[in-house]
């Protein structure tokens, strides 16, 4: 028998908002379900958090402007997020999943990467897999998928080829052929815009990337390239970090020239605080502090913070507060400025 180096496990949960919302209401079964901002019979502004797969069959997906979701389906069912459910939702499942390692990694509200190197055998690690399927299927009545393999990106790639309702399992000595017909965006690290570097230069599959040197890949991506090298051979090194730190998602912009231009300065800050949300949804996290930040002439820089009593994932509260804290920074300095920025630091996943 050989004995697997690593073995890693990604469980995510299917189409998770819309299958609570399944759960409560199950009379919703077999009809399209979308999750997210209010469709106003076509006009709402917002987007879609996620569909059930009923809904995902008339195209409709995350992150998808709900107008458009209301276009390709009128009848679906439309629900506001009810994101005090599925935080508590979240937590029954992570302690669940607890009860089998004492090494996760939780990276979203129904996400985690599992350490499962003690199984020796994927044959064990997949039996694991399974039990945690069935006691959150038992108790919390909802599907989930996993990944087994012997690295947190093969685990990923596994799971989501798995879904809805599967097991997929990935052993290191397959995991290169695995990786080679995938297309490039399915490595870690290459989101659209490495993407669409690689794909003017006609690469397209993982398999393409191969014909790269190490040199090349560095000189191109910097360390991020040197990664990729061995992504593209099916080898990934990443720990699943059971301390998660205090993460933060924040986005500024420099102007060109210093400004005090009320038009230019009020939008920019909207388009900034709706990135920073865009990002936290995606995400599926709550914030607790909001930060502005803002560069003066002369390199003089300022923040201004604001942390809330509770973890809040509400939108408006991160438009509202940061909005604010902008306006002070605006009354009380009338230099012009250079810089402007905002983040929120998330809420930690798990409790202490
Ligand atoms: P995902 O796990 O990415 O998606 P999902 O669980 O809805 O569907 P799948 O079966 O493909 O895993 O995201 C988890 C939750 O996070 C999702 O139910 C809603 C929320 N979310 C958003 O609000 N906006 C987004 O753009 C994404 C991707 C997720
Ligand atoms: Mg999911
Ligand atoms: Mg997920």
Redesign the pocket.
């Known amino acids: 028998m050989v004995m697997a180096n690593r073995i890693i496990i990604l469980l995510?949960?299917?189409?998770?908002?819309?299958q609570v919302e399944e759960r409560e209401s199950p009379q919703f079964k077999g009809k399209p379900v979308v999750v997210g901002a209010d469709p106003k019979e076509g006009k709402g502004r917002g987007v879609v958090?996620?569909a059930n797969y009923v809904a995902r069959k008339y195209g409709i997906h995350?992150?998808m402007p709900i107008s458009k979701a209301w276009q390709l389906c009128p009848t679906a069912i439309f629900l506001p997020p009810n994101f005090e459910l599925y935080s508590r939702t979240s937590e029954n499942i992570m302690n669940i999943i607890r009860g089998f390692s004492d090494k996760v990694e939780q990276t979203?509200?129904?996400?985690a990467y599992i350490d499962v190197s003690f199984c020796k055998t994927y044959k064990a690690a997949e039996k694991i897999a399974k039990d945690m399927r069935k006691e959150i299927l038992e108790k919390e009545r909802l599907t989930c998928s996993c990944g087994v393999g012997p690295s947190k990106m093969i685990a990923k790639i596994a799971c989501e080829m798995a879904?809805?309702d599967g097991i997929g399992v990935v052993t290191e000595k397959e995991a290169e052929k695995f990786v080679e017909p995938l297309d490039i965006e399915k490595m870690p690290g290459i989101g659209q815009k490495t993407a669409a570097i690689l794909r003017s230069s006609n690469f397209q599959t993982v398999a393409d990337i191969k014909k790269l040197s190490e040199h090349d890949l560095e000189d191109l991506f910097g360390v991020r390239g040197k990664e990729m090298y061995f992504n593209v051979r099916g080898i990934d090194n990443s720990q699943v970090e059971t301390e998660r730190e205090a993460k933060s998602i924040g986005k500024e912009v420099t102007f060109e020239t210093d400004t005090r231009d009320p038009e230019l300065l009020v939008l920019t800050f909207e388009q900034l605080c709706r990135q920073v949300a865009q990002e936290l949804?995606?995400e599926?996290q709550a914030f607790k502090t909001v930060t502005v930040v803002c560069r003066f002439s002369g390199f003089e820089t300022h923040t201004k913070s604001k942390t809330f009593k509770e973890a809040s994932y509400d939108q408006g509260l991160l438009r509202a507060e940061a909005t604010k804290l902008f306006l002070r920074f605006l009354v009380e300095k009338q230099k012009p400025l250079r810089l402007i920025g905002v983040r929120v630091q998330l809420a930690p996943l798990t409790k202490a």
């Not at 995510?12 to 819309?18: C, E, G, L, R, S």
């Not at 979203?108 to 996400?111: K, R, T």
């Open positions: 995510d949960m299917d189409y998770f908002f819309a958090s996620t995350s992150a979203s509200l129904d996400e879904k809805p949804k995606e599926g």
